[in-house]
């Protein structure tokens, strides 16, 4: 197996970089539209009851100030069913709905929106709102509730769903293992935090068209979910997302800031921008659940599993179902006659949590692939070895051969990598000076997912090529590895070639999430280009007969010239073609869905990641020394960009190990933790030189490039194999993240 | 943040007279902490006297001592060689602080004056005797886990955030003030205060006084210090415990030392006791665990921060014995 | 524009509330701007927003990549606003608006600062540079050509913070080892997680030698 080198150097940059090093991108609050007004969202300081009143006389009166807009005094958004709020709880639910009545369903929620001339103005009225209150008796706190979960609604609707109990062989066989173990893990609510602050300048450009630059993950989701919202046509919603300043999941979901603003834009009639502050991040935004997780795990004496049974309950709002799949992993990763799995929710008066990078399979393997370290320390068996020992060589849930599975070469590279050999089986046996030092791995797998999407080309006279989607970039850099896989389909240079996205103009793309984009729009991408390259042959023999009746395979396309294959000297420029037909350009839309044929598989990525970690015994501090990661993600589009994203995964999974944590003070169902000096995120101190490692082995069953996605797996397993590091330094087997030095003294 | 008057001083004169007209008047310098608090609508001064253009910049020696203008930028201060030379200590506390940009802006006399980052006085939403007399403690029955086990009243456990004032009070610096009391010498141990009934007050600084700058004495400690700091990463994070220590040190034997605490008290918390303790005691880890014990002596945790009554005699054992060279 | 909410027209509240309220926000009056009998005629002529618009701006004057500006500004815009909000210069980035994250860096007088915890009108006078000022037409600098080798962002948010801070910290002189560096630019925080790239980046400019 021939693996990547360390990746540096060469490939090639980003096509947005340099608008990015200049300070040139625009994102959502940077378009200065004319007679622009600024929001500011209030937000209330109740977890639960009903706003009595409203007294917004100061801050009209106060200079500046166009209006302050509440339940009192909103329009209604007329998609908005009139019932007040789904009755019992979980029900699937809806999301919230700003502005409609005077019900407060968290901490946090939004109030009213104060519009003015300036955002200085706007600030200071937003603080001269008064809100009062009939409080109700709100519950937030997860452990209290805990006996209070609940069978997903999903499921109820739907038995055979994925989230549903599962049960393969005995569900309990665990118990009567030879070498078991029953553990409890719980990870706390976490906030995506990206550096972006949630924005949206809303404007209706007439009574029935809205435009909104807007912070989202998905421009065509959000028109279809606007444009529902206000009962106006789809293509009378523009949404623009140009660049995306990061959002890990919550970009995913409509929040109720934007529809204040549109609500706001509309009723001032002008632009509105609005920018949460941090503190808003942690409220309205979703963030991923409080969960705890029980794993029962047992093996016999040489280590081959006979059991594993994964619990989950994760923390939801009362109005809105989030669920997600936590357990996955534990379903197909080991082979074991016995597993089971139990996933349950538990409603809150908390906002709406929503996926966050690696979402719930990141939080599942936190505890399964702890889990597998304690057995192997059980058992007195190497964690590396026991999971080579175990290795699934076929999907055992689903009874599917793997449509690619490389994740033994990954284990065998990762381990030399990291110099696992220095490892010691008992905790505590290596030094550094004072410093105690320790090794961990965690394995993480994620569904290598494809959806549908349309890719629009134009072919110009000048010889360039513009590809137009509606999907967005929220960091990965997907334009880049679009005009890559572009350049290699339609044999143009990537220089000749623009990628346009983030505009819901744009062809049909799904939101940017699950690690499909480049699987589902790059397929788009070769379908659109294949259909170009049909055109061109169609047109070839108007320049050279000798192209007449030629097939597509008989035909090379390089360095924008079509030539027979055989006859290399036959050829002719695309220009050239353009000129022929007397064409200023040649647009191709197509559109592009999974085969069949991959259901007949199963199709995951994996990866490996392995940590050395040195800890202070006295003070309790850990510091990440190294981290190695290996990927099986099928074809690397562009291996600078995607080792990137592999070291953006394992600097957020040293923030689920080592720090994120966002508190609530219970009392007040309020978070207290909610800035970036108090809830923290990894700096560049806490972050050590991350060596990538991605295996060279397509898999054409997922998409035509080979691909299979990269975002989660990044992090998935990262956040085990620090702990688990933690413990073979110093022999603390630390359940409940994060991992802070009070944990480990 | 409110609409306020802006008034540039450009004599120390001026400025305190232009501070004593006006009850709702407060000095800003780097701004690092009161422009973050006027924007939370935790202050709401409706005059800003800007007194960055100062000159109280100046960082020299004078005699015995060390004298750092008020205004000198924390960035400045570590910088500079005299004291790198005379005072690794207090650098080394400079730099443990905030970022390179926040010491870029941060003045000495501003780092003494910030306010708590206790998370109650921070969210106008919640209870904080700081910040609203009366209101109530939020963090007392509440998330405590950065708060104070020193020193602590029952209307306010919150700690003093600054890492250059531990340093400062071990290394028995003095504050130099001007006001209507006209000018006046406050030893940096009594600058700060504990909270007591007043939590609202963080220091002995007069309403209408302006901290001219800070003295340091010549000492023998250039040679055995360390500022240790213990926090959530490795760095650009408040202390959970800090511990400043200056040791003396001839043939093995400590003939002098200094020891204070950041993170676990409402001011900068001096450790006299066990400075006296450590005088004429071999420099060993057993000294340095005696030591420690004594230093906890009246630490009490509460639901939150109890780690703190262990990671503290860990913290201070490790600072001496780096600021001892045994490790 | 009209004011949009009918509570208050209903609340039938009298104008020496409205005349408070006004004084009471508009610090300047207080001052010796203005006498508050002048005020107040000019509250009841309901001049109010006109006025205090006009009175509680102060004229600044700064020098913003090599252009100088005469600006009227209100004391409480922070440079950050002025740059993004006033002058249309959205590189400097707002990450959270409260000196946490780095973001917002720029030089003021060649030194890092927060522009998020800097008043505009403090700053009178000085030079500031941001993330526009740094290239010289289509040549970029050096320290922008080694993030985009380098790779060293990904959504590109806290890209202009880090660029600003990274060549700081090079005239700093705290770019002699990856460690020194990870330390001194621990205050711009990346959460795509770019970090090992941004140090390489650094490491390279450092080594290369050239002014920056």
Not at chain 1, 490 to 505: A, M, R, V, Y
Not at chain 3, 72 to 96: A, H, I, W, Y
Request: with cysteine; glycine share 8%.
């Amino acid at each position: 197996m021939k693996f990547f080198d360390k990746v540096i150097g060469d490939p090639m940059n980003r096509v947005d970089g340099k608008l990015k090093v200049t300070g040139a991108a625009r994102y959502s609050a940077e378009y200065q539209l004319p007679n622009l007004s600024y929001g500011v969202v209030v937000s209330s300081t109740i977890a639960k009851g009903r706003i009595r009143s409203i007294d917004s006389r100061a801050a009209l009166r106060a200079p500046g100030v166009i209006a302050v807009i509440s339940h009192e005094n909103a329009i209604k958004v007329p998609g908005w069913a009139d019932n007040e709020h789904p009755t019992e709880p979980p029900t699937g639910g809806r999301p919230l709905r700003a502005f409609y009545n005077n019900r407060v369903y968290s901490n946090g929620q939004p109030i009213a929106i104060v519009v003015a001339d300036t955002y200085e103005r706007a600030r200071h009225a937003a603080m001269l709102v008064k809100a009062e209150y009939e409080e109700e008796k709100h519950e937030t706190n997860f452990e209290k509730n805990k006996g209070k979960a609940v069978v997903p609604a999903v499921v109820k609707k739907n038995p055979k769903s994925g989230l549903a109990d599962y049960e393969r062989g005995k569900a309990d066989a665990y118990k009567t293992a030879s070498v078991r173990l029953e553990a409890e893990y719980v990870h706390p609510s976490e906030v995506h935090n990206p550096m972006e602050l949630q924005a949206i300048t809303a404007y209706w450009e007439a009574d029935d068209k809205l435009i909104v630059y807007d912070k989202v993950q998905g421009t065509k989701p959000t028109q279809q979910a606007f444009a529902n919202e206000w009962k106006i046509p789809v293509q009378n919603v523009r949404v623009i997302s140009e660049f995306v300043g990061g959002a890990f999941g919550n970009g995913l979901h409509n929040w109720p800031h934007e529809t204040a603003a549109i609500i706001a834009a509309k009723m001032v009639k002008r632009p509105v921008k609005v920018m949460l502050t941090r503190e808003q991040m942690f409220f309205m935004v979703g963030y991923r659940p409080y969960t705890w997780q029980k794993i029962g795990i047992g093996a016999d004496k040489d280590g081959r599993l006979t059991g594993i049974y994964h619990e989950a309950i994760g923390q939801t709002s009362s109005y809105e179902e989030f669920t997600e799949s936590t357990l996955q992993q534990s379903k197909m990763m080991y082979t074991s006659p016995n597993i089971g799995t139990k996933y349950r929710l538990l409603p809150l008066d908390v906002s709406t949590p929503i996926w966050m990078r690696g979402p719930g399979e990141a939080t599942g393997a936190f505890a399964l692939e702890s889990a597998i370290d304690e057995l192997a320390f059980a058992l007195n068996i190497d964690p590396v070895q026991l999971r080579l020992m175990n290795h699934t060589d076929t999907d055992p849930e689903k009874n599917l051969p793997w449509s690619t599975k490389y994740l033994k070469e990954c284990i065998q590279v990762g381990a030399e990598k990291i110099g696992w050999s220095k490892r010691s089986l008992k905790p505590g046996g290596v030094r550094s000076g004072e410093w105690l030092v320790g090794y961990g791995m965690g394995v993480g797998t994620f569904g290598a997912h494809r959806g549908a999407a349309a890719v629009r080309a134009k072919l110009l006279a000048n010889g360039s090529v513009v590809f137009q989607s509606a999907v967005t970039d929220i960091g990965p850099g997907t334009g880049t590895a679009m005009v890559q896989i572009a350049s290699e389909h339609l044999g143009i240079s990537p220089e000749k070639i623009t990628f346009q996205l983030g505009n819901s103009d744009f062809p049909q793309a799904p939101n940017q999430g699950g690690s499909a984009t480049v699987a589902t729009v790059g397929s788009a991408v070769v379908a659109t280009c294949q259909a170009m390259k049909e055109r061109l042959l169609e047109m070839a023999p108007s320049a050279d007969k000798r192209f007449a009746n030629l097939k597509l395979e008989d035909v090379t396309f390089d360095k924008a010239h079509l030539s027979i294959t055989r006859s290399p000297s036959v050829k002719v420029a695309y220009t050239e073609l353009l000129k022929k037909q007397n064409l200023t350009e040649l647009d191709v839309l197509q559109d592009s869905k999974p085969s069949q044929e991959a259901s007949k598989y199963s199709r995951y990525s994996f990866s490996v990641h392995f940590a050395e970690v040195h800890v202070h015994p006295m003070t309790g501090q850990v510091r990440v020394k190294k981290v190695v990661s290996c990927a099986d993600a099928g074809t690397i589009v562009n291996k600078k960009t995607a080792a990137n994203q592999m070291i953006g995964g394992v600097t957020g999974g040293i923030g689920m190990a080592l720090q994120e944590d966002a508190v609530m003070d219970h009392r007040f169902g309020r978070y207290v933790t909610k800035d970036l000096a108090d809830y923290h995120v990894p700096v560049h101190a806490d972050v050590p030189p991350v060596e990538v490692y991605f295996v060279d082995k397509p898999d054409y069953i997922v998409d035509p490039m080979g691909t299979k996605g990269l975002g989660e797996i990044a992090i998935i397993g990262v956040a085990p194999a620090i702990t688990n590091a933690i413990f073979n330094a110093t022999g603390k087997r630390i359940r409940e993240l994060p991992v802070t030095p009070d944990k480990l003294i | 943040m409110i609409q306020f008057q802006y008034t540039r001083a450009t004599a120390a004169k001026a400025a305190l007279d232009a501070i004593s007209r006006d009850k709702t008047a407060m000095f800003i310098a780097g701004g690092t902490n009161l422009v973050d608090l006027m924007k939370r609508g935790i202050v709401s001064p409706e005059r800003l006297i800007d007194i960055s253009r100062l000159p109280l910049t100046d960082i020299t020696t004078e005699g015995k001592s060390l004298k750092i203008g008020s205004l000198a930028l924390n960035s400045t201060v570590a910088e500079n060689k005299t004291v790198q030379q005379k005072q690794p200590l207090l650098v080394q506390a400079l730099n443990a602080g905030a970022s390179a940009q926040i010491r870029n802006m941060a003045t000495v006399g501003g780092n003494m004056l910030q306010r708590t980052r206790c998370h109650y006085f921070y969210d106008t939403a919640l209870p904080c005797n700081k910040r609203e007399p009366g209101s109530g403690c939020g963090a007392l029955e509440g998330f405590n886990r950065m708060h104070a086990i020193f020193g602590f009243s029952e209307k306010c456990i919150a700690v003093h955030p600054s890492d250059m004032s531990v340093a400062l009070v071990a290394l028995d610096a003095t504050v130099v003030v001007d006001g209507p009391k006209g000018q006046r010498r406050i030893p940096f141990i009594d600058f700060h205060r504990l909270p007591g009934d007043r939590p609202e007050i963080d220091t002995n600084l007069l309403p209408g006084e302006l901290i001219l700058g800070v003295e340091i004495p010549d000492n023998r400690f250039a040679k055995n210090v360390h500022y240790l700091k213990v926090r959530d990463r490795a760095s650009y994070a408040f202390a959970l415990v800090s511990v400043a220590a200056a040791l003396q040190i001839e043939k093995k034997v400590i003939r002098d030392a200094r020891l204070a605490l950041g993170g676990v008290a409402h001011k900068p918390w001096r450790l006299s006791e066990a400075e006296r303790a450590l005088v004429g005691k071999p420099v060993s880890e057993s000294t340095f665990r005696e030591v420690a014990q004594l230093a906890m002596k009246g630490a009490k945790g509460f639901k939150y921060n109890e780690y703190k009554l262990k990671l503290t005699p860990n913290a201070i054992i490790q600072a001496l014995k780096v600021a001892s060279k045994l490790v | 524009m009209s004011k949009i909410n009918s509570r208050d027209q209903q609340s039938g509240e009298s104008k020496s509330d409205s005349r408070r309220d006004f004084l009471k926000q508009s610090a300047v009056l207080t001052g010796a701007v203005l006498t508050p009998s002048i005020a107040l005629k000019a509250a009841e002529a309901q001049w109010d927003e006109k006025l205090a618009e006009a009175l509680e701006k102060i004229p600044l004057k700064l020098e913003v990549n090599g252009v100088s500006k005469s600006l009227m500004v209100e004391p409480r815009v922070t440079l950050l606003d002025l740059l993004r909000e006033q002058l249309n210069l959205t590189g400097t980035k707002k990450g959270c608006d409260y000196g946490q994250c780095g973001a917002c860096t720029v030089h003021v007088n060649g030194t890092r600062v927060l522009s998020c915890l800097t008043l505009a009108v403090m700053q009178d006078g000085r030079k500031v540079t941001t993330i526009e000022g740094l290239a010289e037409g289509d040549q970029l600098h050096p320290m922008q050509e080694a993030f985009l080798k380098h790779d060293g962002f990904q959504c590109g948010y806290c890209t202009p913070g880090q660029i600003m801070s990274a060549i700081a910290c090079i005239r700093e002189g705290h770019a002699d080892s990856e460690e020194e560096i990870r330390e001194y630019m621990s205050g711009n925080i990346c959460r795509c997680g770019a970090y090992p790239n941004i140090v390489n980046a650094i490491v390279e400019v450092k080594k290369g030698g050239k002014k920056v």
